[in-house]
């Protein structure tokens, strides 16, 4: 048997506006769809814990380095790795191992800031010139055929050569500047392509201004393509810079890879049988550099949907060789 409410026979409460229920709804949180198929790769998901491992020491490097990087100790030189010394010491007696997570924030720092002003160089002047054209396309198209056609190593070399100042901004901006071009290039064909699409052509239709154009459709819609250029300008910043200081053509008053390069190779520390001086920060810089290039595939096959297509045909084959055909089945003998 149903039980009824009592109606309230109050006047007051009659005059009353009866109001629904409000519910509280709960905000959630949109992840991309590039997100997470990004996620779902495995080589990306390789290459994203990589990196973020050495991240992550780099971030802790304070806490862990077990002395400051450039102390010398004559008592502690050239020791082989220890549990004193895990990557052993230099012959001035110096830690390898603090050297190497230290240096590891000015190298990751510099080639993050390199990789991020030259794909925004690039993605601002490509597909502005992509979808302006005219006179801006030219001048684009004729400074990006300039520093193609240079290479880039040398004027590098050459232009670190004449620096006086070659801190970390400083060569943030050569880097940078050397490295746009190419990615520039990419950048444009592909808004060439996107130029002529149907809501490219709404938005111009409905007056709205180039660079709610540039940023609002076609950036969003080159995403894939950008990520991709930032990651490949950076591990191209880490190469170009360690090689720089490797050189002599860096600051070496700074803590990084390409610096503790430097000084195990004017050391000689080869030729005195010494290997840990080389080997662990050519370790650490192949292991980020590694990371980057796994992730770089796993956004190629994300942005590129053949790739997925024929990588999930070819995958069933590996496993079920007889898919699709018809077997025969041995006679019985009765």
Known sequence: MSQIEPISLDPIALDRPVTAPTRTRRRRVRVPGWLMLLLRNPKSCTGLAMVGFVILIALIAPWIAVDHPNDFNILATRQAPSWNHLFGTTDQGSDIFSQVVLGARRSLLLGAAAGALATALAAILGITAGYVGGIFDEIVNFLTNIFLTIPAIPLLVVASGYLKSRGTSTMVLVIALVLWAFEARILRAQALSLKNRDFVLAAKAAGEPTR?????????????????????VFYIALLTDAGLEFLGLGDQSVTSWGVTLYWAQTNSTVLQGEWWPFFFPGAALAFTVLGLVLVLAGIDEVSNPRLRTEKTRRGPRFWMPFRGRAVAQPETSS
């Open 212 to 232: 709610r154009i540039v940023f609002g459709e076609l950036v969003p819609n080159m995403i894939s393509r950008i990520a991709a250029a930032f990651v490949l």
